[in-house]
């Protein structure tokens, strides 16, 4: 009898410090009491039947849940985990790099994602992804247009695709190991975005907070892989016959490099460069572009000729206060004026 309890000690020992232990560096590793985030959901599991074991109930819930908050802050505490809030209840105060559910919970469906627990359907598009095609996405069970848009799961973004459950999509991987971001597992994939078990996850360079204080130094680092996951959902907005050969384009190219020739060499022409660097553009926070590879430390150098044209150069991820969840207002942009700002931060000749 002493030697079981002894046993049994140590494996809740070893379970302890496993669950509690954070990587150095692993930000996205949850660490401190189990209580403060599970004693939230009352009922999280219930029997599935008689002689059959318990099932989780949360689905999407506890993803908003956990992700959410009732006032401006987009940074809060868990316990002894840092949260990132991607769903303000009021006007946040700094929407973090994704932007903020907030704006088409608000504003409406041209603000952001419509995900279930904080939008209803898309009132032109209902649940279907616009430009989707079932041949490009490489998910087996596909995008249901019958159900909503969730966090995780085949109808998300983030987990396994190849996984319906939002919930059993994502399972265990706020308790893994996440670096280096590789791509090869859902953890140590970019902000957990793995696309499926066989299919290589999103990579780059995680800012810590989050793009809270970001600053043309300090930021995400992404590369041309977020173009291929945005492509699972929206893959007719990159076709060759939609997007065009020649300019003006009926679709904006992704994927590109930035010339490095004509207007586009003076990239970002609000924040010119030091003389000792003359060579080189200041990476503007409103019109970011992709590396070709994933740097060791974000930078604030951007390379015309180099660096990359992506999706998130113009749109963010979640919500924004501008329509088609651009960075900016479209609207207010004009061809010769204000030529530091949007479209004229890489079209640098029309703002003059």
Request: charged share 20%; net charge neutral; aromatic share 8%.
């Amino acid at each position: 009898m002493k030697k079981l309890i002894v046993i049994s000690t140590v494996v809740i020992l070893m379970y302890a410090l496993t669950a509690f232990w954070s990587p150095k560096g692993s930000e996205a590793v949850v660490s401190g009491d189990c209580e403060v985030c599970h004693s939230l959901y009352p009922g999280m599991m219930e029997a599935a039947g008689a002689g059959k074991p318990l099932r989780y109930v949360l689905q999407n819930s506890m993803c908003v849940s956990c992700h959410s908050n009732a006032d401006r802050n987009t940074i809060k505490m868990l316990g002894g985990a840092r949260v990132p809030v991607v769903y303000s209840r009021v006007e946040p105060e700094h929407p973090l790099s994704g932007g903020n559910f907030y704006y088409v919970k608000v504003l409406g469906d041209r603000h952001g994602h419509n995900v279930d627990g904080i939008a209803s359907a898309d009132e032109k598009n209902l649940f279907l992804p616009p430009g989707y095609d079932r041949f490009s996405d490489p998910s087996t069970i596909g995008f249901d247009p019958e159900k909503p848009l969730s966090c995780a799961g085949s109808n998300g973004c983030h987990g396994d695709r190849n996984i319906e459950n939002p919930f059993a999509a994502i399972l265990g991987t706020h308790h893994s190991t996440d670096s280096p971001v590789d791509g090869t597992t859902i953890a140590k994939s970019y902000r957990f975005l793995k696309r499926t078990a066989k299919v290589k996850g999103v990579v780059g360079l995680e800012d810590k907070d989050w793009g809270y204080n970001a600053t043309p130094k300090k930021h995400n680092e992404y590369t041309s892989s977020i173009n291929n996951f945005c492509a699972d959902c929206h893959s007719g907005l990159y076709r060759r016959d939609e997007i065009g050969r020649e300019s003006p384009w009926f679709r904006h190219p992704t994927g590109i490099v930035l010339p490095g020739r004509g207007e586009y060499k003076s990239y970002n022409p609000g924040m010119p460069p030091p003389p000792e660097r003359s060579g080189t553009r200041i990476y503007s926070l409103d019109a970011p572009l992709a590396r070709p590879a994933v740097p060791a430390v974000s930078s604030d150098a951007v390379r015309p000729g180099t660096d990359i044209v992506m999706c998130l150069s113009c749109h963010v991820a979640h919500g924004s206060p501008n329509e088609f969840m651009l960075r900016w207002d479209y609207d207010s942009i004009v061809s010769g004026e204000d030529g530091s700002r949007g479209c004229f931060i890489c079209h640098t000749g029309k703002g003059e």
